[in-house]
């Protein structure tokens, strides 16, 4: 069994079956990881699926600010975790696209380790155990030997906004933060790389 084909069922298994729906599920053309506004509040997709509080496909947002009315629960029910105040559920009609940064070529062509490793910054990119986020460094750091990758994730299960013992490698919000090794980071495959969920799983590799 491949690495992405094992990611893949560990993810359907920690994710539980109802989740599921959430992790494979798709509205027209939006996706889980994609980014959006909805009346000039700009967040990510972190949801999309049935909800027990109203008939239909709802898509479920992790707003930037706290503009939202939940933290990913409504009526007793949990489709996905976030800050309270930050979670939003809406339906696909209300929602405009906003495009991610797109990923630095110039960046990439410059270090030694995008090519080593089959990855550039701005990828999509599944770390080992299950999380999805957007490659935003890839090198060495001060923290530990080896060549670590600095993920910004989809969701709030992070470690960290970036930074760690004091020296930034990114920036994002934490704690969508996450280091891996390199070597457990692989690039997201274009036809379902914003469909997973993050899993919300602990991994050892992780700072």
């Known amino acids: 069994m491949n690495e ?15 989740s599921i729906i959430s992790a494979i599920s798709h509205v027209g053309d939006w996706e889980i990881g994609d ?6 509040r700009i967040g990510n997709i972190v949801y999309i699926g049935p909800a027990r509080f109203a008939p239909g496909e709802w898509i479920g947002i992790v707003l930037d600010q706290p503009l939202g009315k939940n933290d990913g629960s409504v009526d007793g029910h949990r489709y996905f975790s976030c800050e309270p105040n930050h ?45 999805c986020g957007r490659l935003r460094f890839l090198g060495k ?5 080896g060549v670590w990758a600095g993920v910004e994730l989809d969701q709030p299960v992070g470690k960290n906004d970036g930074s760690v013992q004091g020296k930034r490698y990114f920036t994002c919000k934490a704690p969508y933060g996450l280091f891996a090794a390199a070597s457990k980071v692989i690039r997201a495959p274009d036809q379902t790389s914003a ?11 992780c700072f």
């Open 35 to 40: 980014r959006c506004q909805i009346g000039g």
């Open 87 to 131: 979670g939003l559920f809406c339906k696909a009609s209300k929602l405009e696209r906003v495009e991610s940064p797109s990923p630095s070529t110039e960046v990439s062509q410059n270090n030694p380790f995008c090519k080593e490793y089959g990855v550039e910054i701005g990828d999509r990119v599944i770390v080992s155990g299950g999380k």
């Open 195 to 205: 469909k997973f969920k993050v899993c919300g799983s602990n991994c050892i590799f």
């Open 4 to 18: 992405w084909i094992y990611l893949t069922y560990k993810l359907a298994y920690n994710l539980g079956k109802e």
């Open 141 to 145: 750091t001060d923290f530990k030997d």
